[in-house]
């Protein structure tokens, strides 16, 4: 690992966080499609870049940036993007409150505020899901000046050195729309691919240790005969969810497996055909 990297990591885990920020670290556990992808994002964060992550839904790209949150041992908040996130949402709100038998109004900070001032992680999924006019509020804490000026209070705040932006986004779904160039010039770019191979079996083994290796073995060939159905065409992307996979290896424990992989996985797509096609290359490797 890279010294400069490691530097940082020591230092930040020379930071004593109250209980309740400890609560907001990740928990880690992503396994890196490429050798040098996870190196490269730890760098961009040590650089203090902020982090596009790109990837289909499923790919891991939350659990990369709950990896990097627990590898820093760092707090981390998080913004779920929707058409109905306001500046309220990402900055916080003013509200009245009672103090010593006077009515009194207190700004409550919300997520960008509070990692800005504690130099925790901030992680904004479906950044692109996000209304165009909402998202300005950040140009200047993504840029060099790495600074805020709060439009509800006046107060000016700059960024403590530990905090930094992860962002996630799903391309081409329903209901996302491409980013405003403005915004994505101020992120380092990583496309977040699924597993495979190895890689994708040594997933099943990591998460689930004492299931039987026969089930191990049946999800993980059913991802990678959806993943080949996803690059002909035949499946949308998120038939092959490692995300979906894994839920259904969870519940196959309990149940039979074809009905953990129909509700985990077929159920959830909108296409009739679909979901018959996924059944179908399940049943093939059901005995």
């Not at 509200?95 to 997520?111: M, Y």
């Not at 932006?165 to 799903?170: D, E, K």
């Not at 010039?185 to 099943?204: C, D, K, M, T, V």
Request: aromatic letters at 8%; proline letters at 5%; one cysteine or more.
């Amino acid at each position: 690992m890279h010294t400069f990297i490691e530097k940082l990591k020591v230092e930040r885990f020379a930071r004593i966080y109250s209980e309740e920020d400890s609560l907001l670290v990740g928990k880690g556990g992503y396994i890196s499609p490429d050798p040098t992808l996870w190196e490269d994002v730890l760098l961009s964060i040590s650089l203090q870049k902020p982090v596009l992550l790109k990837g289909p839904a499923g790919s891991g790209k939350t659990k990369l940036a709950e990896s990097v949150s627990a590898y820093f041992r760092q707090p981390m908040h998080s913004i779920n993007c929707s058409v109905d996130l306001d500046a309220e949402s990402l900055l916080g709100f003013k509200t009245i409150v009672q103090k010593d038998g006077e009515t009194v109004i207190e700004f409550v900070e919300g997520p960008v505020v509070k990692a800005m001032k504690e130099g925790h992680l901030l992680y904004i999924d479906e950044i692109n899901m996000a209304k165009a006019e909402t998202l300005p509020i950040l140009h200047s804490v993504l840029d060099y000046r790495r600074m805020l000026t709060n439009p509800f209070t006046g107060e000016v705040i700059q960024a403590h050195p530990h905090f930094n932006v992860l962002s996630a986004i799903n391309e081409g779904y329903i209901g996302t729309a491409p980013m405003n160039e403005a915004l994505k010039n101020r992120f380092i770019s990583y496309s977040i691919p699924y597993l495979a191979g190895e890689q994708l079996r040594g997933l099943w083994e990591q998460a689930f240790p004492d299931a039987p290796h026969a089930l191990k073995e049946l999800m993980y060939n059913l991802a990678e005969d959806l993943k080949l159905q996803v690059q002909h065409g035949l499946l949308s992307e998120e038939a092959a969810s490692i995300r979906s996979l894994l839920d259904a290896t969870e519940l196959a424990q309990y149940i039979e497996p074809i009905r953990a992989i129909r509700y985990a996985i077929a159920e959830k797509l909108d296409d009739v055909g679909e979901r018959e096609l996924v059944m179908e290359l399940a049943k093939t490797w059901v005995k």
